[in-house]
């Protein structure tokens, strides 16, 4: 371990940063408009990790799911916002 902080895991935080977000309601209304795209900016970069999409490996296709399901839930609340 050298101590340095990496681009992977910059970009590691911030999927388990959006996922947290996602998960929790009180914190996904309370978010800022740019937190909301950092966090849907990272979810999107994760899921280009896995370019052919769903996987027949059981862990990568929970990993696309869970990385979906955390987008789609961003995004409401990005279009809830638009109409407010």
Excluded: C, W
């Amino acid at each position: 371990m050298s101590g340095f902080t990496t681009s992977t895991d910059i970009a590691t935080e911030g999927v388990a940063h959006a996922m947290q977000l996602a998960g929790d309601e009180l914190r996904l209304s309370a978010a800022s408009s740019d937190e909301l795209n950092a966090a849907a900016a990272s979810l999107a970069s994760a899921l280009a990790r896995f370019p052919d999409g769903a996987s027949r490996d059981a862990r990568k296709s929970d990993a696309i799911a869970r990385l979906e399901r955390a987008g789609k839930a961003i995004g409401a609340e990005q279009r809830r916002r638009a109409f407010v």
